[in-house]
């Protein structure tokens, strides 16, 4: 091969699981550069007698991606579109082609393929044909196979061909005729009889009245039968003016009754979705993330079309008139229609938590019937459920009668309940003539349930198809035919509790508050657990900048799987069962979280909550707890310490630290790149110019009452103005800015007179105890305001952050933590706030921005944990053209100060940051509150940036 090969570890721990259940370590993973190297790997197989798994975007929630001997990886490489022809509206591409990548090369043509399965912005077509993946627009333009016209394979036994349709003697297999010709009947009467019957073989494409189209057949066969090189596929017109229709309804299974009477409509997709699924999105992104939405506790989404908007909107009418809803909406294409879609898009990942927080899996979650059986599917489903005390979120293709929930079985110790429900689900979706898998294919989940929906004699055909392909049984074994067991190979079962721990005082008694290292109160206080989030969904490889995503930034500079969310995710949970992976302090676990830039952008973007700048925190504290550090911990995650000791001599330090050898040499003995620049420290601190009267040079004459930089008020409310580290040691100005913005704006500011430090760079390099010690401080000085209701102002976003989210996980049973988060704001956020918001008696106006034209780079810790919307809407509403960043700076804290991150620090600044900057008209403001993104801009680009409150306070009248 020409790719390369890794049998290393961490690397087989990436791929050892995939969006399933289940865990299977291969012995290489191999990356082909070619369609040489797949048949040249498939020829090495064949020749050892080793299994052979190809692999695309990893998504499988049914464990077909996953296997022994050799896993390819085709999505690294094999992703060229080799040719869009708009003449026969088809196109070739190579099997790593990401769907949305093939939506993007037809558009201009006016063409899409047609299924466009949830996860289609990560999801390869290769994967898709393996799996006949479908997805909402199944219903208008049917699944995976009825859009494939050819496939070039390699199969089992070595032979290379093109599969295509019309050859009645599949003279390509020689057998396969004959053994068609024995079992007509067979064929025609448990193959194909409903549309989203996915589950087995699709042998009925082998029946001459179905054009004997072998290709079409080897679609959903799951990597079993062929290796897939190359496919040509069918392309559909891009509908006009989508529509999008929604209906509530009293239950989900009143809401499957009524698809029937809107199929003759034919509309593009109907949706369902549980009213508890988009519960679960306000929680975890606000209010705002869900536009207001019809009564109901379950709701059908149902996209119509039309050549023009009044058509459109006709269609969606005729759909309300249709329907037994007494509760409609109907959204235009937009940013409410965007959302819903969104939330529908991001339901296997919210759907892996109940409402009440446990854990819930794959395994029953595609599950199908004809639609006009659907309803009452759903309540015999959901009675089974009850039997077994068992809870999951409802969501799916309604209009095509296919079902998606995840369900809390207990795996935590066993898969003795999952054995015995999914055996009776498969029980009550065959009384309905349904398929165990609508889209999704069989896998490990549920190949070993085929016999109780297909006859003995149909498993033996399907037994007897895949020897004329692959008689050794080496490609992709253990999955449909001669089936590994449902409960074999369970990934969760094997990872041991790691529990967080209340502390001890010397008598041994635990104390009431705190815990040793993060205390996971979200997972019940177990790592594993909080590791075990990660359902690997793969939505962190996917590339969601343009609707304002974050995640993953490694992933987007490097493409390597090694540096994104899930495979980070797979490590650490290799690393708590410790059969691969040696504990937290394992090699592999370093290497894996190397390149994580604790960005935080996982824990919001991330569909199931992961927050691997946590865990990757939690790992360095345990790793190196009472031992010595990298000394980069020191210089860097100390800083705040080195800073306040520069303070009475800042102008010498920033003198000997201008001289360059001199900055290189500390900057290499502590752990720095020595490409990197030195910070300059502030001259005047701003507490320092507080304390002095507000002025950089003696004190201002003061009345009797008054308190220096604090002029007499009376009767404006208070307002607590609280400054970090760096925005005191490193930039005043920010801080004098907010503080003539908020009395402008009629606040009386309370600035405490003891320093606090939120202990943000401890808790970025794993110094837990020494980021509670300093948040212990915090809550004594700031709890009191926050308790009395007096709300606080954050300026650096990444410390506001600590606030409002870490401070809550190291004190969950502080009452403190509780009201000091509540009542942390952003400057952006309090100005709009209806409740702390500056009074209309003041006169407070907002300063005019319509001269500003601005670049604006939101923190990544803002966009995780505050949002970013406060301050969007402050600056298109004071009249400010801007253009906002998705995506990380590159620098983010101390990461791109340590050795061996620049690389990855530059590249990721090149994925938005520097080209924004770059193309940005002459005269644009750099706009960034993180002092980290303004000092990339500087370092990279010569850009000097400006705060919010900065731009705020020059414009001040």
């Known amino acids: 091969m020409s790719g390369t090969v890794e049998t290393g570890t961490r690397r087989r721990a990436e791929y050892s699981t995939d969006a399933s259940n289940y865990r299977v370590v291969p012995d290489v993973v191999a990356f082909p550069t070619t369609v040489e190297d797949v048949v040249a790997a498939a020829a090495m197989a064949r020749e050892v007698g080793v299994p052979l798994t190809l692999r695309g975007g990893g998504t499988s929630t049914a464990g077909n991606s996953i296997g022994s001997g050799v896993v390819l990886d085709v999505s690294r490489h094999l992703h060229e579109i080799l040719e869009v022809d708009p003449g026969t509206s088809t196109a070739r591409v190579q099997p790593g082609v990401v ?33 006949n993946a479908c997805g909402p627009h199944a219903v208008a333009y049917g699944r995976t196979v009825e859009n494939v016209v050819a496939l070039d394979v390699v199969d089992g036994r070595g032979r290379r061909f093109t599969a295509g349709a019309g050859d009645k003697t599949f003279a390509q297999v020689p057998g396969l005729a004959e053994l068609v010709a024995e079992n007509l009947a067979l064929i025609r009467t448990e193959f194909g009889r409903f549309g989203r019957q996915v589950s087995g073989y699709s042998l009925e494409h082998l029946l001459p009245e179905n054009g004997s189209d072998l290709a079409k057949a080897l679609v959903g066969t799951e990597g079993t039968v062929v290796t897939i090189l190359e496919a040509t596929v069918r392309l559909v017109p891009v509908p006009k003016q989508p529509t999008l229709v929604v209906l509530g309804y009293d239950d989900m299974p009143s809401a499957a009754d009524d698809v029937v009477a809107l199929l003759p409509l034919e509309p593009l997709a109907i949706e369902g979705l549980d009213a508890r699924l988009v519960d679960v999105v306000r929680r975890h992104k606000g209010a705002a993330s869900v536009p207001e939405l019809p009564a109901g506790a379950g709701w059908l989404m149902v996209e119509v079309a039309g050549d023009t908007p009044e058509a459109a909107q006709a269609n969606a009418e005729k759909i309300v008139a249709a329907s037994a809803s007494t509760a409609t909406m109907i959204l235009p294409a937009g940013p409410d229609a965007t959302k819903m879609w969104q939330i529908r898009a991001d339901g296997a990942g919210l759907g892996g938590r109940t409402p009440a927080g446990e854990q819930a899996w794959p395994g029953w979650e595609d599950s199908a019937v004809p639609p006009e059986k659907l309803g009452a599917y759903l309540r015999d489903l959901e009675a089974l459920m009850a039997r077994y005390g068992v809870d999951g979120l409802v969501f799916g293709h309604f209009g095509d009668g296919c079902v998606h929930m ?22 009550l979706v065959g009384t309905y003539g349904g398929s165990l898998s609508g889209e999704h294919g069989d896998g490990r989940a549920r190949s070993e349930l085929l016999p109780l929906m297909y006859s003995a004699e149909a498993i033996e055909l399907m037994e007897k198809f895949k020897a004329l392909f692959d008689p050794k049984e080496l490609l992709n074994p253990g999955v449909v035919v001669h089936p590994a067991g449902i409960d074999e190979d369970l990934r969760r079962p094997l990872a041991l509790p790691l529990l967080a721990k209340a502390p001890a005082d010397a008598k041994g008694m635990q104390k009431k508050s705190g815990y040793v290292g993060f205390s996971f109160a979200h997972d019940h206080h177990d790592m594993t657990t909080a590791v075990h989030r990660c359902v690997g969904v793969g939505k962190c490889r996917s590339d969601t900048s343009a609707s304002g995503g974050f995640m993953c930034p490694s992933y987007q500079a490097t493409k390597d799987e090694k540096d994104v969310t899930r495979a980070r995710a797979r490590v650490l949970q290799e690393a708590v069962n410790g059969t ?116 950089s040079n003696g004190v201002p004459g003061l009345g009797l009452d008054q308190v220096p930089g604090r002029p007499p008020v009376a009767g404006r409310p208070k307002v607590v103005l609280w400054t970090d580290s760096f925005s005191d040691s490193f930039d005043p100005e ?43 401080t915090l809550l004594t000085v700031l709890g009191p305001y926050a308790v009395n209701g007096i709300p606080i102002v954050g300026l650096e976003p990444s410390c506001t952050a600590v606030l409002r989210s870490d401070l809550l996980d190291l004190f969950p049973d502080d009452p ?38 601005a670049v604006v780079q939101p923190h990544c810790h803002q966009h995780a944990v505050m949002g970013f919307r406060a301050e969007e809407k402050l600056l298109t509403e004071a009249g400010a053209t801007i253009t906002t960043l998705a995506g990380c700076c590159g620098l983010a804290g101390n990461f791109g100060m340590q050795k061996g991150h620049y690389e990855t620090s530059v590249a990721v600044a090149e994925n938005s940051l520097l080209p924004a900057l770059r193309d940005a008209p002459e005269g644009s403001v750099y706009l960034a509150d993180g002092f980290s993104c303004r000092t990339q801009a500087d370092d990279l680009a010569g850009v000097q940036g400006v705060s919010l409150a900065q731009l705020l306070a020059d414009r001040l009248a």
């Not at 949305?100 to 996860?119: E, V, W």
């Not at 801080?735 to 007179?753: E, F, I, K, T």
């Not at 709009?832 to 001269?851: C, I, N, R």
């Open 99 to 131: 769907m949305s990548s093939l939506q993007k090369a037809a558009a201009p043509h006016g063409l899409r393929f047609g299924p466009d399965p949830s996860t289609q912005n990560r999801a390869t077509l290769g994967g898709m044909i393996g799996n």
């Open 406 to 427: 995840r369900i809390d079985v207990p795996l935590n110790e066993t898969g003795s309940v999952l054995r015995t429900f999914l055996t009776d689900a498969a029980m």
């Open 580 to 695: 691969l992976v040696g504990g937290l302090s394992a090699p592999e676990v370093r290497d894996s979280l190397d390149l994580c830039l604790s960005c935080k952008a996982c824990s919001s973007d991330c569909p199931a909550g992961v927050d691997i700048a946590q865990y990757k925190s939690e790992s360095l504290y345990r790793t190196y707890k009472g031992k010595l550090r990298p000394v980069d911990h020191y210089t860097l995650g100390w800083l705040p310490r080195w800073a306040r000791l520069v303070t009475g001599m800042p102008r010498l330090a920033n003198k000997v630290l201008s001289y360059r050898p001199i900055a290189k040499a500390v900057l290499w003995g502590g752990g720095m790149d020595t490409r990197r620049n030195m910070l300059e420290f502030a001259e005047v601190p701003f507490r320092t110019w507080w304390k002095r009267g507000g002025a």
């Open 734 to 776: 920010v801080p004098q800015a907010a503080l003539s913005v908020l009395r402008a704006a009629g606040y009386d500011v309370v600035v405490p007179d003891q320093e606090v430090c939120c202990g943000l760079t401890w808790i970025s390099t794993g110094q837990l105890d020494g980021a509670r010690s300093r948040l212990s």
């Open 816 to 853: 403190r933590a509780q009201a000091v988060a509540g009542a942390t704001h952003t400057l952006a956020q309090l100005l709009a706030s209806p409740e702390h918001g500056p009074a209309p008696e003041t006169g407070w106006q907002m300063p005019d921005l319509s001269d500003v034209t």
